[in-house]
């Protein structure tokens, strides 16, 4: 099967329901997105609401308080809003690059194997009835004298100790106590917790979402999304030759690929679009390929979009490329196109419209920056 860029991005733009925008809310759209980052709660939400018909202000943190979402670092050790059920495929095949047992990242961060695992052990005796903020959550476990020169680590925002722990199911955010994060259980916090499958068990589930939302994808996409390229290639690979006729490979332009095979029909009769969209920051249209898809993003622009300390700008997005970037300024949105080419115009009103509705505005501007 062989198919054109164009059409894969206009594929892939109702298929992450930016072309056509989703009635179901927030816990849909999250599944459709295989999660949303959530590491800025404001840009999750955004990303939402722009995906949506009625943005519904607030949506998904509730959502996240009633576990119909949960937030955990997951993909790439960032955090992520996910329906429980992919939640717990993903954390499986995250988990099980045993990232903590390699020497570089014990050097990193000071912990060893087994003092992970007794962590992990402690965190879910811990948390399995209780919600607790960072600093209840340390101090109850510092007090073990085995984990007390853990306790610098363990209390760094950025969670690098924390984070193991969540790959394993043995905590996940629970709802947010004012400006405090608080930490719980998956069990405690989800109906019907099972816990994590085995990875072979978890995979079919895993990549038939991502490849539904991002494909065609290889291996190696999947893996960088996921990992970091964290897994063996030997095992991703057999995970993907295992679905057999679940999957269709497909040339796009040279590049060969997977597409879940349900999904080859509307690939192949995708038509492409022109119509410009305004994608917030962290958006997954960009970091489900990821920031170096040249075809996607060209690669001398990358440093505009995937910028200092992680952060993603929120995108302009021309005829499924991205073309630019923009902010949110107090009365307009401030629009940098690269290569400084001029402001698209077909369906721009409307792009800016619909930011003002996701964003509680009653009216908005567009403007060169």
């Known amino acids: 099967m062989r198919v054109t860029w164009d059409q894969v991005f206009a594929w892939r733009l109702c298929r992450q329901h930016v072309l056509s925008r989703a009635d179901e809310g927030a816990v849909a759209i999250a599944e459709r997105l295989c999660g949303v980052q959530a590491q800025v709660t404001?840009?999750?939400?955004?990303?939402?609401?722009?995906?949506s018909t009625k943005p519904?202000?607030?949506?998904?943190?509730?959502?996240?308080?009633?576990?119909?979402?949960?937030?955990?670092?997951?993909?790439?050790?960032?955090?992520?809003?996910?329906?429980?059920?992919?939640?717990?495929?993903?954390?499986s095949l995250v988990a099980s690059a045993r990232t903590w047992e390699k020497p570089a990242w014990q050097r990193?961060?000071?912990?060893?194997?087994?003092?992970?695992?007794?962590?992990?052990?402690?965190?879910?005796?811990?948390?399995?009835?209780?919600?607790?903020?960072?600093?209840?959550?340390?101090?109850?476990?510092?007090?073990?004298?085995?984990?007390?020169?853990?306790?610098?680590?363990?209390r760094s925002g950025w969670g690098a100790l924390l984070k193991p722990l969540a790959w394993q199911g043995a905590l996940c955010h629970?709802?947010?106590?004012?400006?405090?994060?608080?930490?719980?259980?998956?069990?405690?916090?989800?109906?019907?917790?099972?816990?994590?499958?085995?990875?072979?068990?978890a995979a079919p589930t895993a990549i038939l979402a991502y490849l539904g939302a991002y494909g065609p994808a290889t291996p190696e996409t999947f893996d960088a999304w996921l990992t970091r390229n964290s897994l063996r290639k030997t095992t991703v690979r057999r995970w993907f030759a295992d679905l057999g006729e679940l999957l269709t490979e497909v040339d796009v332009e040279g590049r060969r690929a997977f597409l879940p095979t349900d999904q080859a029909d509307a690939l192949a009769a995708a038509a492409p679009s022109a119509a410009v969209h305004l994608l917030g920051a962290f958006d997954q249209y960009v970091l489900g390929p990821g920031t170096g898809d040249t075809v996607l993003l060209p690669a001398a622009h990358r440093?505009?979009?995937?910028?200092?300390?992680?952060?993603?700008?929120?995108?302009?997005?021309?005829?499924?490329?991205?073309?630019?970037?923009?902010?949110?300024?107090?009365?307009?949105?401030?629009?940098?196109?690269?290569?400084?080419?001029?402001?698209?115009k077909q369906g721009l009103d409307a792009a800016v419209a619909h930011v003002a509705l996701a964003a509680g505005r009653e009216t908005l501007t567009v403007r060169a920056a």
């Open 42 to 51: 404001s840009a999750a939400e955004l990303a939402v609401a722009l995906r």
């Open 108 to 154: 990193t961060f000071g912990a060893s194997p087994t003092e992970v695992a007794a962590l992990a052990e402690a965190v879910a005796e811990v948390l399995a009835a209780a919600v607790l903020t960072r600093e209840e959550l340390v101090e109850a476990l510092v007090s073990a004298p085995q984990f007390h020169r853990l306790g610098a680590e363990l």
């Open 174 to 201: 629970g709802p947010a106590r004012g400006t405090k994060v608080t930490f719980t259980s998956p069990a405690h916090l989800v109906r019907d917790w099972s816990g994590l499958p085995e990875p072979d068990d």
């Open 56 to 91: 519904d202000p607030g949506g998904l943190v509730r959502a996240l308080a009633d576990g119909t979402l949960m937030k955990t670092w997951a993909m790439r050790g960032t955090l992520h809003a996910l329906t429980p059920n992919l939640a717990a495929a993903y954390l």
């Open 303 to 344: 440093a505009k979009v995937s910028r200092t300390a992680g952060w993603i700008s929120p995108i302009v997005v021309v005829n499924g490329r991205i073309a630019g970037v923009w902010e949110l300024a107090e009365d307009a949105v401030e629009i940098t196109m690269f290569d400084d080419a001029p402001l698209p």
